[in-house]
């Protein structure tokens, strides 16, 4: 009896041993799968860690790249001689060059990300067709208006405004570029008075031929009269021969002062102010 129960424990403490033994042997097993997963995961965030490495480099790129295409546009637009403005679909200005400000007598910080029709009412001329090509959604090419600016003077201006898409082909806003043409027409104002003043001069230059001939007749006949006569009718010969000389100069000084106005006039924007009754004195 004794002999059946040692026989029982013995068996009892094998099994105990085998269930620990599989018990032993099943966590190694799953500590060896956690430490291959471990692995395989230290493995999968290096591997994500170069990517990440090598995307936030080639992003740092296409930012630096972006940056500097966004300078070298905004060079573009400071460097041009034209003024340029662009509104979004809602009508806020996203851009206003140099130019633009210099024409519109406006600082481009007070009106950036703003609505236009707001910002710029107090130009007269100006708005209204940016707002007029966004809603009819048309181009205009070359156009020639007179806007008021800000400091309350008047210019000439050629404008064309095209129409904004983007990349699939959605109108996204419109952009105007103009020119100031206020110099030239006023450079035209001064070519048609200068016009003018020569049609004067002309005809001064043929009145004046026709008073001179006749003077120097009567001069020069007057000078053969003084050889020959005495008395009172020397001192009325003299009398001719200083009127005439007077008369003649009179209309040389009135000549002369109508060509240097006209000069003045097309050159400096202005007649030069010339007295010409001191001519007559």
Known sequence: MKTLNSYNGGVKQHNR???????????NNN???????YKRFQDRVKEIDREMSYTNECLNKKVQELNNLT??????LES????????DIKGKVMTFNKVAEIILNVNAKDIIGKDIRNTLNHISGFTDLLIESLSKRSNIINLER?????NGSTRYIESSISILKDGNGKISG??????????IYELKGRLHSASNLISVGTMAASVAHEIRNPLNGIEGFAYLLERKLKGDSLK???????????INKIVISVFTALIVGGLSLLFYGKASNVDVSKFFN
């Open 31 to 37: 500590a060896q799968k956690l430490e291959a997963s």
């Open 80 to 87: 041009m001689h034209s003024g340029v403005v662009a509104i």
């Open 146 to 150: 007179i806007i008021g600016t800000g």
């Open 174 to 183: 419109v952009v105007e570029i103009f020119h100031d043409l206020s110099e």
């Open 236 to 246: 009325l010969v003299k009398n001719v021969i200083r009127g005439a000389k007077n």
């Open 17 to 27: 041993f085998e269930e620990l033994s599989a018990i032993f042997d099943n966590f």
């Open 71 to 76: 300078g070298y546009l905004n060079n573009i």
